[in-house]
Every structure is written in C-alpha cells, then in structure tokens.
C-alpha cells in the first residue's frame, strides 16, 4: 500500500515554539513572601491566597496602600511590620515584590535566586522568572492567558471572550467530574471507552447553564456501565477541512479532530487546520493531486477499513466540502459494506470561500438564475467526458471549474465552440482563503494565456459568468497586467485581463 509518511517537517512542528512554559502551580500550604504594599502586590497576595498558600508580608505599616491594609485585617496572611532582607526567603515556595527602583528590583531578584526561590518583580519583566497571566475562573477548570508581556490589554481581551463561551454551571461539573474520576476509571479500562464517557460528560457540562443535580452522578455511572458492557465499534467520520482558512473550520468538524484516533488527510488541508486535531491522533498524508503521485483511492479504503474494524475513531479529512468531488460516494459505499458507521461533517466548499473573498454572489439574480459546479478533470487526467458544453455555454449561469488549472485551455475552447462569447467575463483564483492567494480576471479568450502566468502548482478554481463582470474596475485595484498590452489594444473587450496577488 502506497502510503505517504507524515514529512519530518511537520513531525518536528507538532508543538510549535511557545515564549514561555505554561504551568500550574500547586501552592497549597506553601510559604510565599511578598515585599511592598501596593495594590498590585495586593492583587498578587490575593491570589496567592486563594491557592492556598500561607502568604507574608514584608512593608512598613506606613507603605500600605488601602487594598493591602483591608487585605491584611480580613485574611490570614502575616504581615511583617519591616522591609524585607536576605532572610526572608528561607523555606519560601515563591517571592514576590514591587520595587520603585531597578536597583531594588535586581536587589530582591538576585537574593531570591541565591535562595533557590522562583522569583517576580511586579511591571518588571527583566526581574521576572515566571509570570502571572490573565485568569478566567471556574476552578478546578482554570484558564491562563499569557501574551509574554507584549499585550496586557489583549490578554484582558481573550480573557473577556472565554468567560462568555464558559458556562457559570461549569465549576460544578468540574467538581463532579473530580468526584466521580477514580470511579470511573475503575470501571473504564483507558482507551476508547474511557474517552467517549468523558467526551459524552464534556458535552453534556457545556451545553447547560445549569449545575448538576443530584441524581446527575448517578446517571453517568450508569452511562459508565453501559459502556463498559458493550464493545465500542470504530467509525469513519469524513470531514470537510474547507479550502484551507483555519478559522472556516466548522464547530462539529473541531470535534471530530478532537476526537479522533487517526486521521488520514488530503494533500490540500492546511497544516493550520491539523494543529487544531488531537495531539495524540496518528495521522497519515495519503494526498490526492492531479498530475502527481498519489495515493490509490482503493488503499485509502483499505486503510479507513483496517483501523475502524480495529476500534479507531478515523477521521477521512478532505479539503473543501467531502461531499463535493471529494471522492466521498465511493468511501461511503465501501465502508457500509464492511457494516463500518460512517458520518459526514461538511466544510465550506471552494466556490462558496471564492465568492466570499470577491464579495461576490454567484447568483446574482440580474445575471445568473443557475451555479454549477464542474470538475476539470477525470480520473484519466483528462477533460471529463460526459460534461455537456453546451448547456455550460448557455448564458443565464455561473459555473465553477473545480480543478481546472492543467484544463484552462481546453475549458476555454470547448466553451467558445458551444457559442460562449470570447469576452464572457472570467475569474481564477488560487489558494483561495489562503496567505497565497492568486487572483487573475479576464475575458474567456485570454484564459488559456493567463494559466500560463497563473501557474497551476497550487489549487485552482475558475469562474466563468456575467457575475464577474466589471471586477477590473471595482475589486481588482491596483493591477498588475500580465497579458501583452498590445493584445488587449487589438483585443478589445469589456473586461481587461489583470493578475494580482494578495488579499
């Protein structure tokens, strides 16, 4: 079988470069020392208190500001009624300060680090091991946001965002989650089974604002048992990845990643759509490309079958939409035949993310009463030979060519021997949602010319239809014109033939 192996590149990026380690700390009945008065060490004590560690406090009485003042009368924290020294940091977990100077600063940095004690200095980064990071709470669910000190506001931000998407009820969920682990995972041997009670919990704790109620606990143990009794089948689940835009990714296609054992993917998906997939996931490039060396459709099954029967959640992950010349007919049919369960999650198909970044309908209804959409090629790397050109060429309609970029000049003729005119407005655009991106616009006399300077290494789509009239002037400013002006001179048309790169 002629897989491809995932490349190197991609093994050795699976964790990209992070700016600091996230960690979270276990503080509880730990010593921290605190030197300064301020309402930010306030804020810091504060915090370190509520994970339980037994803070002190090093500040003349005449420094603290009213925060720390009313922070030192209602809690249990120590307060030291003289500046800190060299002595404070014996059997200290962690040490904190807020320095006027640079020279304090690096005084306290340098006596906590002789001390063995991870130390920070408040707005002082250059005196700081570690950092705090912007907290959204539902402890034992805790959330950090760090933007490495660059943007406070934007951390605040991210923070703001996630405390929306987090129910209030999820702290309660989490506790019984905590409550009922051991019970479960004596009940649930790890793997397969274990995963989908805790994925069926998960679902259940973030579709509710409301906490659990009493006979909750009950229920999911009863749903353990369920589970353990019945052998857990594999599935397939095909996905539409979408035409490569990390961010058009689907909610459910998001959870299908997450969920996923393996994951055998098309040479087209992005490798910003991969890092959002389970890390422990085995994924397989079996990359279908025109005019390359593929993966044979019939070991693509073969593969989905072997670790489906195996008890794998597979996911098929297709750019695109699945659906739409993915391919996806055949597959289906193999795998219902082997008794395999099978769901489709569908992407944002390429004409739809093309339209979007040309802000352009393709059933503008002054223009086009039709869309189509066409394959460019067959599986003999060849024009298909059951298309009807001549209803393609009949004005009244949008098509879209899917795959059309090594075809351009066979499109183009066979377009104009049905009765298109050579002047019907054209569109190409490649990579479309991606950083690459490629427009070309022109009259359909001039595709087969504008491939040549197109190139056809990347993703292809071409739209042909009075939908794309007049986007020279309105959308495709400044132009790069790629066709010999002198044609154009003698060539007249309503529509120029421009290139350009870019968003």
């Known amino acids: 079988m002629r897989t491809k192996p995932l490349p190197q590149s991609d093994v050795q990026e699976r964790i990209a470069p992070l700016a600091k380690l996230p960690v979270f700390w276990n503080l509880a ?8 008065g301020s309402d930010g060490a306030a804020w810091k004590a504060e915090l370190l208190q509520a994970c339980g560690a037994e803070v002190e406090l090093y500040c003349e009485t005449v420094h603290l500001g009213e925060t720390m003042k009313a922070l030192v009368e209602r ?7 003289h500046p800190w020294h060299c002595g404070i940091f014996a059997g200290a977990s962690l040490a904190l300060a807020d320095c006027e100077t640079d020279d304090e600063a690096r005084a306290f940095f340098c006596a906590a680090r002789a001390a063995g004690v991870p130390v920070n200095v408040i707005d002082k980064p250059a005196y700081c091991q570690f950092q705090f990071g912007s907290i959204v709470n539902r402890s034992p669910v805790i959330v950090s946001i760090s933007t490495d000190g660059a943007a406070p506001i934007l951390a605040q931000a991210i923070r703001q965002r996630i405390e929306t998407l987090l129910p209030a009820s999820l702290k309660q969920w989490a506790t019984l989650a905590q409550s009922l682990r051991e019970v479960v995972n004596c009940r649930l041997a790890p793997g397969a089974a274990r995963r989908l009670f805790w994925e069926r919990f998960v679902s259940r704790s973030l579709s509710t ?3 659990p109620t009493e006979e909750a606990a009950a229920g999911l143990l009863a749903t353990a048992e369920r589970i353990a009794s019945a052998p857990q089948p594999g599935s397939v689940t095909l996905v539409g990845a979408g035409p490569g835009d990390a961010e058009l990714l689907t909610l459910k296609a998001m959870r299908a990643l997450q969920a996923a054992d393996v994951i055998l993917f098309d040479d087209l998906v992005s490798p910003d759509v991969l890092e959002l ?12 490309r025109g005019g390359r060396e593929s993966c044979r459709q019939d070991d693509i099954n073969d593969m989905m079958v072997r670790f489906a029967k ?42 739809s993310a093309m339209a979007a970044s040309l802000k352009t309908s393709l059933t503008n209804r002054d223009y086009a009463q ?14 298909p030979r059951t298309v009807d050109w001549a209803s393609l060429a009949a004005t009244n309609q949008t098509s879209i060519f899917y795959m059309g970029g090594r075809m351009a000049g066979q499109i183009e003729q066979r377009l104009r021997q049905h009765g298109m005119k050579g002047d019907m407005p054209v569109v190409v655009v490649s990579s479309v949602s991606r950083p690459q991106e490629r427009r070309w616009a022109g009259p359909l006399k001039s595709l087969a010319a504008a491939m040549q300077t197109m190139g056809v290494d990347d993703p292809v789509l071409i739209g042909v239809g009075e939908v794309f009239g007049g986007m020279a002037e309105s959308q495709f400013s400044p132009l790069e014109t ?12 309503s529509l120029g033939a ?6």
């Open 29 to 36: 009945g730990k010593r921290a020392v605190i030197a300064g």
């Open 75 to 81: 809690t249990s924290m120590i307060h030291h009624t």
């Open 209 to 211: 604002n409301e906490p």
């Open 277 to 288: 997939a389970r890390r422990e996931a085995k994924r397989f490039l079996v990359g279908k």
């Open 310 to 351: 195996a008890g794998k959640r597979v996911v098929r992950l297709k750019s695109g939409d699945p659906m739409i010349f993915g391919r996806a007919g055949e597959e289906i049919t193999r795998l219902k035949s082997e008794g395999i369960v099978v769901d489709v999650v569908p992407g944002i198909t390429a004409a």
């Open 370 to 383: 039709q869309v189509r959409f066409v394959t460019g090629h067959s599986r003999h790397h060849e024009l």
């Open 482 to 493: 790629v066709m010999d002006q002198r044609q154009s001179n003698s060539s007249p048309s």
């Open 498 to 503: 421009m290139t350009f790169s870019g968003r």
